[in-house]
Structure formats: C-alpha cells, structure tokens
C-alpha cells in the first residue's frame, strides 16, 4: 500500500512570495491533515478535512493561509504572501474512517523562508 | 485546552541498553488516547505505541512499552534493548476520543530527541 505523498520535499522562497504544497493521501482515506512543524516544537494542526469539507481550521492563519482538498482525495496548502515566521515543515496525514483510525504521516515539505 | 509537556530535550542510551522517555499531559476528558511518535532523520512520522486511557493495562510493542498513570497524568515509554536504529525525535501526543467516526486531532508535545550510541 502505497504511502502519504507529499511534495515538493524542499522549498525556498523570499518573504512575501506565495507558495503551494500538495498531498496525495492514503487511497480510501476519509480524513485529511494538514500540520505545521516549526524547529524545535511539535507538530501543530493547521486544517483537518473529512472528504471534501473542513472539520477544524480553528488554527489556520486565515489571512495569508488557505486549503482546499478538492473531490475528497488530493489537498492543497497555499500561503500568500509568506513570512519568515512560516519556515517549517509542513506535514500531510491521513487516516481512514473509524473511531481508532491511526492518522498515517507523509514525509513533509520544508519551507525556507528568506 | 490539552497540553502536553516532554521536559527531556535530549537523551542518549547505550546499544542494547534501556531508556525511558517522559511525558505529560493535561486534560479534562475522561475518553482520550495516547500515543508516542518516532519520526527519524528523513522526517516521516511513525506511530510506535497507542494507549487507550479507558484501559488499564499499559500497551507493549514488543521492546516498546508504556507507563500510563492516569491519575498521575503521566505516560512514559520505555525502549528496551535500545538499537542503533531507535535514534529518532520522539513526540508524546494526545487525542480527544471521537464522538462519531471521524478521529480528532493530535496535540504533540515538543519531542525528545534520543540517540543511541554504539
């Protein structure tokens, strides 16, 4: 069974600039994570979707941030525009439907904000 | 809110020794699980060990296991007969335990990494 897939794996840009992250998750999987990861700390939720509709973006900077996961499957993460405060790794999970589901992580995407 | 506190940033074992990472949490949800994560150099997270706080037997994963306390609050894991490939960030995290079919969210704590030494 093939795995979370995220990408690009790196990525640079300047403040100010935009930039997009994908993620395929797991083949069947209801439920969608998107988690920053900042050096240092651990993962943080930014937006949870069950298919196609948002569960909780309680923590998703609204303004510059936003998701979309479009016919329940792939997902996007968008900033616009970037601040060096959003250097991170940003981490894809997904897990299937059920109460004891385990949430399967990709390998993530780390943004260099310069 | 849930938190969860790590207070080792850092740890080192010996090959073929034990170790012991700590963690713990605050809540007032009485159905939640826990959960330790292994996320090595390449990034990709891994679940290592889930415990369901309703159950009172700590979970084993062959050399992984845990120490729940709940009314403690506390919820180490123990890794026996450390291996070299064992060296990994650890994460501590808590979930809600869900009231329909969809899981909740993890709140993770800040990590430990462990490194073991040959």
């Known amino acids: 069974e093939a795995g979370v897939a995220q990408s690009p794996r790196y990525k640079i840009i300047e403040k100010r600039q935009s930039v997009a992250f994908w993620c395929n998750p797991i083949?069947?999987?209801?439920?969608l994570y998107w988690y920053q990861q900042i050096l240092g700390q651990g993962p943080k939720l930014l937006i949870q979707?069950?298919?196609?509709?948002?569960?909780?973006d309680s923590q998703l900077p609204k303004d510059r941030f936003s998701a979309e996961r479009l016919k329940g499957v792939d997902s996007t993460l968008k900033i616009q525009p970037a601040k060096l405060e959003d250097s991170a790794v940003y981490l894809c999970?997904?897990?299937?439907?059920?109460?004891?589901?385990?949430?399967?992580f990709g390998p993530g995407t780390r943004l260099t904000v310069l | 809110a849930q938190t969860v506190t790590q207070s080792q940033p850092e740890m080192s074992v010996q090959e073929a020794e034990t170790v012991t990472l700590s963690c713990t949490y605050d809540?007032?949800?009485?159905?939640?699980?826990l959960f330790w994560y292994k996320q090595p150099p390449s990034r990709q997270m891994i679940l290592v060990i889930r415990?369901?706080?309703?159950?009172?037997q700590n979970a084993t994963e062959n050399r992984f296991s845990v120490n729940f306390q709940k009314a403690a609050k506390s919820f180490s894991l123990k890794i026996s007969d450390s291996q070299l490939g064992d060296t990994a960030m650890y994460f501590c995290?808590?979930?809600?335990?869900?009231?329909?079919?969809?899981?909740?969210?993890?709140?993770f704590g800040t990590g430990t990494l462990l490194a073991v030494q040959p």
């Open positions: 809540t007032s949800e009485s159905n939640y699980y």
């Open positions: 999970a997904s897990s299937p439907w059920g109460l004891d589901a385990e949430q399967f």
């Open positions: 979707f069950q298919n196609n509709g948002v569960v909780d």
């Open positions: 083949s069947g999987h209801a439920t």
């Open positions: 995290a808590f979930m809600k335990r869900p009231d329909g079919g969809a899981t909740n969210k993890l709140i």
């Open positions: 415990q369901e706080a309703y159950k009172q």
